[in-house]
């Protein structure tokens, strides 16, 4: 089981490494607003995600067993301490564990980043449609806020 484990820990390694890759491919298509680069980047990592999600079952799963395999380990206990269990493996085990959270981290730094460009990028996009349609947005003060938007009329509808 341990070896299972082990298995599991590092596919979700490799997995979150090329999520991280495509972050950065993904930060360079925002800032160049490269839309087709952007969207065959999405659908790749919709594909590892469900992937990931796979995975993530799988050791969940296999977790369970091993608290019922070994009595010594609690639905409490940190990973990093059931490890110790692991025998021979436990050193490898820890590596790997170490190095998905690092991972883990730098992707979730990196999709924090390219989520304020995209909201950015989007805002840049209302603002210019706005001004082509002639809208304007102003304030609404009162219980309920908000925004109220109003639209000049520049074509002739008569014609």
């Given amino acids: 089981m341990w070896q299972e484990l082990l298995d599991i820990l590092r596919k979700l390694g490799n997995d979150y490494s090329v999520v991280e890759a495509l972050g950065k491919q993904k930060h360079a298509a925002l800032v160049g607003v490269d ?8 659908k ?6 469900e992937s990931i999600k ?5 050791r969940q799963e296999l977790c369970v067993k091993l608290i019922k395999a070994y009595p010594g380990i609690t639905p409490e206990m940190k990973m990093q301490e059931a490890y110790q269990l692991a025998g021979p493996l436990a050193r490898e085990l820890k590596s790997a564990h170490e190095t998905l959270s690092q991972v883990v981290d730098r992707v979730k730094a990196q999709a924090e980043i390219n989520n304020i460009l995209a909201i950015g990028a989007l805002d840049a996009v209302n603002q210019r449609l706005g001004r082509l349609a002639g809208a304007t947005v102003d304030p609404v003060y009162g219980r309920g ?6 639209h000049s009329r520049r074509f002739e509808y008569d014609a």
């Fill in 44 to 49: 790749r990592e919709a594909d590892l995600a």
């Fill in 145 to 150: 806020g908000g925004e109220h938007v109003s």
């Fill in 54 to 58: 796979k995975s993530e079952s799988a």
């Fill in 35 to 42: 839309m087709k680069t952007l969207d065959r980047l999405v």
